[in-house]
């Protein structure tokens, strides 16, 4: 089945860029997110990639995709200490109503 | 709009009792999905509706938990009778289904339940 998996803990210092990767296993999904969670509150959309683009910008967030090695990657440039938060990939297929979820990776940031 | 409204936020109850959680969906979107979250076992689809109508409950624990949707704006996930291991944030998000970026999921802020 569909599955999404992504490394559970990132730490970097302030300043520093952060680089979060995910792999999916769903060659058909069409749109991959990635949610931000802040401690007590629920997931937001930091930003999504449509699957026939290789990478969008967005301020200082950068989306790499590799549709070839089903492999999504966010980079936060100039990571801030308001950063630290936990960070869900997230695929969604063809014609479906559901979302797959990885377990989500949890970034520390160090002043 | 306000978001997802979910209510309550927080709820303590003992063992054994009901526990029912509500959530509001976004105006106007018509999925939604029942999330619990948990450290051990991240953040797991219960259910979800389209149109309100249950499309999938796979991802139901077992028969203790329940979901209803008797409208475009208002669902509740029950839990009867709760045990210690449901504790957990149960969040509610809903989508505007077939849109391209419009599919993008609004959670709500989650209800933390605290069984005893």
């Known amino acids: 089945g569909e599955d999404v998996e992504q490394s559970l803990f990132l730490s970097v210092r302030e300043g520093d860029s952060s680089v979060i990767n995910c792999t999916y296993t769903d060659s058909s999904s069409t749109y991959l997110y990635w949610y931000k969670q802040e401690p007590g509150a629920g997931l937001q959309l930091l930003t999504y990639i449509f699957s026939n683009m290789d990478m969008k910008q967005d301020q200082r967030l950068t989306v790499l995709l590799n549709k070839k090695d089903k492999h999504l990657s966010l980079r936060i440039a100039d990571t801030q200490t308001g950063d630290s938060a936990i960070y869900f990939c997230?695929?969604?297929?063809?014609?479906?109503?559901?979302?797959?979820f990885g377990a989500g990776t949890r970034l520390f940031v160090k002043a | 709009d306000a978001g997802v409204i979910q209510s309550p936020r927080h709820e303590v109850t003992e063992m054994g009792q009901e526990v029912t959680l509500r959530c509001k969906p976004i105006?106007?979107?018509?999925?939604l999905f029942w999330y619990r979250q948990t450290m051990m076992r991240g953040l797991e689809l219960l259910i979800y509706?389209?149109?309100?109508?249950?499309?999938?409950d796979s991802g139901m624990p077992e028969d203790r938990f329940s979901a209803k949707m008797p409208n475009a704006s208002f669902s509740t996930l029950k839990i009867q009778p709760s045990e210690p291991r449901d504790s957990a944030v149960y969040f509610c998000?809903?989508?505007?289904?077939?849109?391209?970026?419009?599919?993008?999921?609004?959670f709500g802020p989650g209800t933390r339940l605290l069984v005893l």
């Open positions: 998000a809903s989508s505007l289904s077939w849109g391209g970026p419009g599919e993008t999921q609004y």
């Open positions: 105006s106007g979107h018509n999925s």
């Open positions: 509706f389209n149109n309100n109508v249950p499309i999938d």
């Open positions: 997230a695929e969604k297929g063809t014609g479906g109503f559901k979302t797959i």
